[in-house]
């Protein structure tokens, strides 16, 4: 009963986010206010890890900005502020969280491709 | 005194909320009353205002508090709220959650959790000693308590370790960010005394 009533406010799934599994290659859009301007940022790179916790959960990605350097940002599911999230490759992967991505560079850290998910297309 | 409105409940935890903006915000959510008006204090009567609400289930009561209650439900807490306008409450009045609306700031009073005897590092944030430098069983350490034959003695209210929590504590000024009516739970911003599960007060602000 006192569990439930935790979850009176927790907010309904965004329908903007598929199922989301790590290795996946995304694109989140993501909204981003500056001062009293909003615009859209994309943010492209591999899904390390998602934690769940109801209204905490939320899922990191991973990219390889300029130079080299690896640049990780963890996104609320239940945000608002996260327009839509697309999946662009799928990775067959062991592990939950694929921390092991940050200790490789370039070619080492590819992942090997999960063609099913373009399959049930 | 002021006129004070107030409800018990139970502490059910905490979570996050997102603001219209898509910001967080910390909130505890609190199942709070139904509660019965118990019996009504006034000057003429008692020397001071207040009302005594009741709230909670007590399945088997003895018959002084049978008798107390009269028709009222076998409520299992009973609290008194101080407020001038205590002549307008009738015995037996119910109060919901509806007397709260977003954006009221509140006072939420409850038994904070006991820490046991506690040191004095935990209790009143003391800095300890210095961990290197040849220390040894000074990490924690409270340090002097005081000077030498003058004035001979330990000053009174010294702060020392001892016993920490499990006391009555009051939060003010706490906003409240969600009413739901129907279920009986209100969301605030920000943390409040207690374990999960423990009774709370909750009335409006005393001091905005």
Known sequence: ?121 | MAKRKGLLGKKIGMTRLFTETGEVQPVTIIQLGPCYVTQVKTVATDGYNAIQIGYGHKPRLNKPEAGHLGSNPPVRYLREIRTDDAAEYQVGQVIDVSVFKPGDLVDVTGTSKGKGFAGAVKRYGFRGGPKTHGQSDRHRAVGSIGSTTTPGRVFKGLRAPGHMGNRRTTVLNLEVVKVDVERNVIAVRGAVPGPTGGLLLVRNAIKS
């Not at chain 1, 995304?26 to 909204?31: D, G, I, K, L, Y």
């Not at chain 1, 500056?34 to 390390?48: L, N, P, S, Y």
């Not at chain 1, 916790?53 to 690896?70: D, E, K, L, P, S």
Request: proline content about 5%.
């Open chain 1, 1 to 121: 009963m006192t569990q439930e009533l935790l979850k009176v406010w927790d907010p309904q799934p965004n329908p903007n986010i598929p199922e989301l599994h790590p290795g996946d290659t995304v694109r989140v859009h993501a909204r981003i206010v500056e001062g009293d301007r909003e615009r859209i940022q994309v943010f492209q790179g591999v899904v390390m890890r998602i934690r769940g916790g109801g209204a905490n959960a939320n899922f990191t990605v991973r990219r390889i900005a300029a130079h080299g350097i690896g640049v990780e940002r963890t996104f609320l599911f239940n945000s608002p502020r996260i327009e839509r999230v697309e999946v662009l490759r799928r990775a067959k992967v062991r592990r939950a969280q694929l921390y092991f991505l940050r200790k490789y560079r370039g070619k080492a850290a590819r992942l090997k491709e999960d063609r099913s998910l373009f399959e049930d297309k």
